[in-house]
Every structure is written in C-alpha cells, then in structure tokens.
T-cell receptor, first 111, second 115 residues
Framework: GDSVTQMEGPVTLSEEAFLTINCTYT??????LFWYVQYPGEGLQLLLK?????DKGSNKGFEATYRKETTSFHLEKGSVQVSDSAVYFC??????????FGSGTQLTVLP | EAGVAQSPRYKIIEKRQSVAFWCNPI?????LYWYQQILGQGPKLLIQ????????DSQLPKDRFSAERLKGVDSTLKIQPAKLEDSAVYLC?????????????FGSGTQLSVL
C-alpha cells in the first residue's frame, strides 16, 4: 500500500537558518502530495500541496517540489522564524483514496 | 468560519472501560474522518464517512471500535473495551468532498490515556 517516510526529528535550528525536511513516498501511480503543520495545541493544517510531477507547492515561505524521479517531496524554507516551531507531516493521497501520513518531524526554532 | 469541534479534550480511563469521543465537522462538509495518532507516529485513518454512509473502515478494529454519523452531521467514535495500546490522540477531520484535491480541516483532537 501507500507509505510515506519522513526525516526523523527533532530538528533544532537558529532563527534565519535554512530548513529542509526530507520526505519520500511509495505509491502506485502518481499520488497527490501534501505537507500539513501542527502548531502546539492546535489541529493539523494544510501547509501546501502538489498534485502532479514537477509541481511546486508554496505557502508562508515554505516550498516543496513533486519529484517523480526520486519519489520525493522535500519541504524547504530559506529563513525560519521562531513562529515556525511546530510538527510537520508529509502526506500522500494515492490509489488507496485516503491521506497517508509520515511520522512527523518536530521543528524547534531558537531565537 | 467555525472549525472542527471535538470533545472531550482529554480522557483518562482504565483498561476494559468504555469511552466515546464526539466530533462536529465544519458546516456543509460532507466527508468526515477519524484518525488515530499514536505518540511518535503519523495519524492513521480509522474510518471515513461520506454524509452518513461509511466509505472506508478497513483499518477500524471492529471488535472494539465503532463509529456513527447519524443525520450526516456530527459523529461519535466509541471504544469498548479499551486496551492499553489504544492510548493515542483521536483526530477528527472534515472536507467538502473526498477527492485527492480536497483540503482536510482537523480538530484539535482528544487525547486518550488508558491505564
């Protein structure tokens, strides 16, 4: 079945550092790919998505590009802020017709 | 716009007891999902409703878990009897439809501890 593998955390960065959180997927066909974010005490929120190969999703300074050749959807941000501290989940929606999540990556940004 | 409402926020029970969680989705959202999130893991889909019908319950442990969505609006997830391994956060989510392009809106979850 579909699966998503995420870079293990936790990740700790200083403010203004560059962020990469790796995500790879296994799926039949070409799934839609997502990043969701969970801020402390809140529910998961959609951060960005891409629905076909080479699409780039972007939001709030975060970006991720759907790479079919490497089955990847890595999340990047050029300059993180303290307010970006949260748990980030990569997800895929494929032939199983359900959203499958990775295990999540805890990000802490220090001032 | 009101978000997805869940209650209770926390619940502590002993094993073999029963427990119920409630979810009220965003108004007008036809699809409702229950996810189980065990500490250190990503959310796992338990059951998906489209209006008041079940679309997918393949990962729901039906010997102890049950869920209903009467009238196609709010939903209840029940565990009876609970086991230690049921300790997790139970997330409810809703969306307007059920395609891969839909954005899911999540509630804050119910944290269950089974002692």
């Amino acid at each position: 079945g579909d699966s998503v593998t995420q870079m293990e955390g936790p990740v700790t960065l200083s403010e203004e550092a560059f962020l990469t959180i790796n995500c790879t997927y296994t799926a039949t066909g070409y799934p839609s790919l997502f990043w969701y974010v969970q801020y402390p005490g809140e529910g998961l929120q959609l951060l960005l998505k891409a629905t076909k190969a080479d699409d780039k999703g972007s939001n709030k300074g975060f970006e991720a590009t759907y790479r079919k050749e490497t089955t990847s959807f890595h999340l990047e941000k050029g300059s993180v802020q303290v307010s970006d501290s949260a748990v980030y989940f990569c997800g895929s929606w494929g032939s199983a017709r359900q959203l499958t999540f990775g295990s999540g990556t805890q990000l802490t940004v220090l001032p | 716009e009101a978000g997805v409402a869940q209650s209770p926020r926390y619940k502590i029970i002993e094993k073999r007891q029963s427990v119920a969680f409630w979810c009220n989705p965003i108004s007008g959202h036809a699809t409702l999902y229950w996810y189980q999130q065990i500490l250190g893991q990503g959310p796992k889909l338990l059951i998906q409703f489209q209006n008041n019908g079940v679309v997918d319950d393949s990962q729901l442990p039906k010997d102890r878990f049950s869920a209903e969505r009467l009238k196609g609006v709010d939903s209840t997830l029940k565990i009876q009897p609970a086991k230690l391994e049921d300790s997790a956060v139970y997330l409810c989510a809703s969306s307007t439809g059920s395609s891969s392009f839909e954005k899911l809106f999540f509630g804050s979850g119910t944290q269950l501890s089974v002692l």
